[in-house]
Nanobody, 116 residues
Framework: QVQLVESGGGLVQPGGSLTLSCAASESLPSFNVMGWYRQTPGKQRELVAIMFSGGGTNYADSVKGRFTISRDNAKNTVRLQMSSLKPEDTAVYYC??????????WGQGTQVTVSS
């Protein structure tokens, strides 16, 4: 498992913006997938956005056009820029890393609350 350290969660009003960041504790192989998932009480963890080391992305339909994922392969970091936030975006957001042959690593989670 690779240690992932997240930052950037908090409280924001509807329509506002927030950026989450995640850093891996070690250098990563050339092929990997980093991304973000979220979870609310009583529900399964769901994909928000992922980005392949080669640049390809995948977004949940509910966040397309509002969230943008980016990464810095040299720094082993991934960022999630969230805008036009809605109350239904409220969740614990988890950073995720997939490495070939090593499976999934997860961050500790960061709370995002969208409320007036």
């Amino acid at each position: 498992q690779v240690q992932l350290v997240e930052s950037g969660g908090g409280l924001v009003q509807p329509g506002g913006s927030l950026t989450l960041s995640c850093a891996a504790s070690e250098s990563l192989p050339s092929f990997n997938v980093m991304g973000w998932y979220r979870q609310t009480p009583g529900k399964q963890r769901e994909l928000v956005a992922i980005m392949f080391s080669g640049g390809g992305t995948n977004y949940a339909d509910s966040v397309k056009g509002r969230f943008t994922i980016s990464r810095d392969n040299a720094k082993n970091t991934v960022r999630l820029q969230m805008s036009s936030l809605k109350p239904e975006d409220t969740a614990v957001y988890y950073c995720n890393l997939v490495l070939p042959g090593r499976g999934n690593s997860w961050g500790q989670g960061t709370q995002v609350t969208v409320s007036s």
